[in-house]
């Protein structure tokens, strides 16, 4: 079997759209592009016209952005995690049912190749359960083997717009829930009549009072509750705008992980940018500090590659 000297790695999510020139054998990344086209985005410009097909219209997309990267480096396999495999994609593929096992051959994926792009893709699906689903996240899961074969069992959090919560089990992904954590803040934060008493202007010594006080509070299942005080407290002098956008933070991010109060079992985090801090803080309070185990945006980040080599692998036997 010979893998393929270089790669293109695509990660693209709902927001966000990234490709990355990798260098097979060591993952060496040589060349990143990243760009605000998610697939909601591209979704929507494509249903904005009639003469081309959705295939077609993603696809015109990614060879406009491959076209980035060096010339000499244009027609290497393209593989594609996220959402492009989703109904609103590239292409769709369904989900694969859990568990899933961390060699990865319990994935689903699709090879296309497409003319006259001359374009080499490797689509691959996402993964369901009856309580989640998720596409994108699974392959950074089994690109952690490494990191989590030392544990018998644990808890994977995944923070996101949609956080994900995979249970870890001797070499096995057996169960998945999500939360709309990070999608519920941008409504209230942004589109709700707490709107105007929230502002982001940064972490400070403040902000993390309010964060952990809004923690506590989603600890006990209060959130709810406590929403409109964001605007209450604001109204009448007693909170500051940029104080009530983490205690909002905190209300639903403790929501979210109150479930693991008095949990004994070992609890992983996977996270990168201010998420990675906000979460981190939140389960230091919950469960007992020898039980986390804390993974950084450069290990998340090399975990998607090495996922996605796996599946080249398993596409070349």
Not at 115 to 142: C, F, H, W, Y
Not at 183 to 192: I, R, T
Not at 310 to 315: A, H, R
Request: aromatic residues 10%.
């Amino acid at each position: 079997m010979k893998l393929p000297k270089y790669f293109i790695s695509c990660d693209w999510g709902t927001s966000n759209f990234r490709l990355r020139l990798v260098e097979t054998e060591n993952l060496n990344v040589l060349e990143e592009h990243k760009t605000d086209q998610g697939v909601k985005t591209i979704f929507e410009k494509f249903q904005k016209q009639d003469s081309l097909s959705q295939q077609q219209f993603f696809t015109d997309y990614l060879v406009s952005q491959i076209q980035n990267l060096p010339a000499e480096h244009q027609k290497h396999l393209v593989v594609l995690a996220g959402m492009s495999s989703s109904s609103i994609g590239l292409y769709e593929l369904p989900y694969t049912d859990m568990p899933i096992t961390m060699d990865g051959k319990s994935l689903l994926w699709k090879n296309l190749n497409l003319v006259p792009e001359d374009l080499n893709l490797l689509v691959i699906s996402g993964v369901k359960t009856a309580t989640g689903m998720m596409r994108g996240e699974e392959i950074q899961a089994i690109g952690l083997e490494d990191e989590l074969k030392q544990f018998d069992s644990g808890t994977l959090i995944l923070p996101g717009t949609h956080c994900k919560h995979m249970y870890y089990e001797v070499g096995t992904f057996t169960g998945l829930r999500n939360y709309m954590t990070g999608e519920l803040f941008e409504v209230l934060s942004s589109k709700s009549i707490l709107s105007n008493s929230i502002e982001n202007l940064g972490w400070n010594t403040d902000s993390e009072q309010a964060f952990l006080k809004g923690i506590e509070v989603g600890f006990e299942g209060e959130w709810s509750a406590n929403l409109l005080t964001v605007r209450a407290t604001h109204l009448f002098g007693e909170s500051k705008k940029e104080d009530n956008f983490y205690y909002l933070s905190g209300l639903l991010i403790g929501d979210e992980l109150s479930y693991l109060k008095g949990h004994t079992g070992k609890v992983f985090l996977a996270a990168s940018g201010a998420v990675y801090k906000l979460y981190k803080l939140a389960l230091e309070k919950l469960i007992v500090a020898d039980n986390l185990v804390c993974f950084d945006s450069n290990t998340l980040e090399r975990a998607l590659l090495i996922g996605q080599k796996k599946i080249i692998v398993l596409n070349e036997k």
